[in-house]
């Protein structure tokens, strides 16, 4: 019983594996960014990614383009409906 068990794993692990690595990811979807910290939101900006941030913490204050965001409260006291 354990033999078959076994042969009957090693048989379908492979199937089980392969169905869902067949979908294609569409690598142009689009992001939406809420940072949560300054250090996060310099990094952002620093990596060329600040037009997909929409929101931003209090305490984002660098570039002066993040200034112009919304914002979602201070990192420390945040509400889900914010974000």
Do not use: W
Not at 13 to 39: M, T, W, Y
Not at 65 to 74: C, D, E, H, I, R
Request: charged content about 20%; glycine content about 8%; proline content about 4%.
């Amino acid at each position: 019983m354990k033999r078959i068990l076994f042969y009957l794993m090693i048989i379908l692990a492979p199937v089980a594996c392969g169905r869902f690595g067949n979908r294609e990811i569409n690598g142009k979807q689009d992001q939406r960014i809420v940072c949560l910290s300054k250090h996060l939101t310099e990094m952002v900006f620093a990596l060329g990614k600040g037009h997909n941030i929409v929101a931003v913490d209090l305490s984002s204050t660098y570039p002066d383009s993040a200034k112009l965001l919304k914002t979602v409260g201070y990192h420390r006291a945040l509400s889900p409906e914010s974000i």
